[in-house]
């Protein structure tokens, strides 16, 4: 059953992913524009998804539907691109994956146009020139566009730890006593 139901989890993803690969390679839209259009339809679909049930089940003609669509999208200010997103949706009848392609619609975004969120972590507030020298280091060591956001983590003690999707790099006192217990643990 597990196996089973990672399977669809892993299916559902990958038919997310290809709606917002496709919908990339079709549609030219603006990084603001388009990301700012996610963030209200994720809204809206998080807060009223009985209404695109509905619309996915109801026994209205296809016209009926795509003009609820529209009416919908203009509503919530939707650029076009995202109506027409929600159009092809609904004529697969897969409101149900809307959440996971909003979610892939971002992460496909990012990768097609080599953006990197970077975050970075500190037991304490770093000042500007900081940030700017860990900023001009990381651009060193990783392509693309760098999004830095930076947080205080007192469970690091003191140090730095630098996260992208793909990278993790690490150097705090915790991890240092971590190291050290699990040393001793090994000799034990």
């Given amino acids: 059953k597990r196996k089973?139901?990672?399977?669809?989890?892993?299916?559902?993803?990958?038919?997310?992913?290809n709606f917002a690969r496709a919908f990339l390679r079709a549609y030219e839209i603006a990084?603001?524009?388009?990301?700012?259009?996610?963030?209200?339809?994720?809204?809206c679909y998080r807060e009223y998804p009985l209404v695109f049930h509905l619309l996915e089940l109801s026994s209205a003609r296809v016209e009926e539907k795509y003009q609820a669509i529209d009416e919908l999208s203009e509503k919530l200010?939707?650029?076009?691109?995202?109506?027409?997103?929600?159009?092809?949706?609904?004529?697969?009848k897969e409101f149900h994956l809307l959440g996971?392609?909003?979610e892939m619609l971002q992460e496909e975004y990012k990768r097609m146009h080599s953006i990197q969120d970077v975050v970075v972590s500190t037991s304490h507030p770093l000042d500007m020139h900081s940030r700017?020298?860990?900023?001009?280091?990381?651009?060193?060591?990783?392509?693309?566009?760098?999004?830095?956001?930076?947080?205080?983590?007192?469970?690091l003690i003191?140090?730095?730890?630098?996260?992208?999707?793909?990278?993790?790099?690490?150097?705090s006192a915790?991890?240092?006593?971590?190291?050290?217990?699990?040393?001793r643990e090994i000799r034990e």
Avoid at 31 to 38: D, N, P, Q, R
Avoid at 158 to 171: D, F, M, Q
């Fill in 31 to 43: 990084e603001a524009e388009l990301f700012a259009g996610i963030n209200v339809l994720r809204d």
């Fill in 77 to 92: 200010g939707l650029p076009a691109q995202l109506a027409s997103l929600l159009h092809a949706v609904m004529r697969y």
């Fill in 4 to 17: 089973c139901r990672m399977n669809r989890l892993t299916q559902k993803k990958q038919k997310a992913r």
């Fill in 132 to 155: 700017e020298c860990i900023e001009k280091l990381v651009a060193a060591k990783i392509i693309g566009t760098l999004r830095f956001t930076y947080a205080q983590d007192p469970a």
């Fill in 174 to 183: 915790a991890r240092t006593i971590q190291a050290l217990r699990q040393q």
């Fill in 100 to 102: 996971s392609i909003l």
């Fill in 158 to 171: 003191a140090g730095i730890r630098i996260e992208t999707p793909l990278y993790c790099w690490e150097h």
